[in-house]
């Protein structure tokens, strides 16, 4: 048995002799506010009952995911967070969302 200890990466070690470590070469753009297609959905499963609004199907780097989680949560005043390629803000706020998405050139929200 090889072991095999590998740092920066969160391996430890491997006992397989032919492992190698394949690097993420997929970096995703930021598509331009005109072209992403944005869905505003209201949901409560899941979340102890607690009714939450989803932003769905931005497409870009997690940091401009995030600033604009961001925007938005400051714009309705409540909390919430931006990951996966998602958006959460606490409460029912979609057309509050939805106006203000708008306003900030996202062409295609529904």
């Given amino acids: 048995m090889a072991k095999k200890k590998i740092t920066g990466t969160g391996i430890v070690y491997s006992t397989d002799p032919g492992f190698k470590i394949e690097e993420e070469a997929e970096v995703v753009e930021t598509l331009p506010k005109a072209a992403q297609r944005l869905r505003i959905q209201l949901e409560t499963k899941h979340r102890g009952g607690k009714t939450v609004t989803v932003v769905l199907g931005f497409i870009g780097k997690e940091e401009d995911l995030e600033a604009l989680g961001k925007k938005l949560k400051n714009h309705c005043g409540t909390g919430g967070s ?16 939805k106006a203000f998405l708008k306003k900030e050139g996202y062409v295609d929200v529904k």
């Fill in 82 to 97: 931006a990951k996966d390629g998602e958006i959460i803000v606490q409460g029912d706020h979609r057309e509050k969302l």
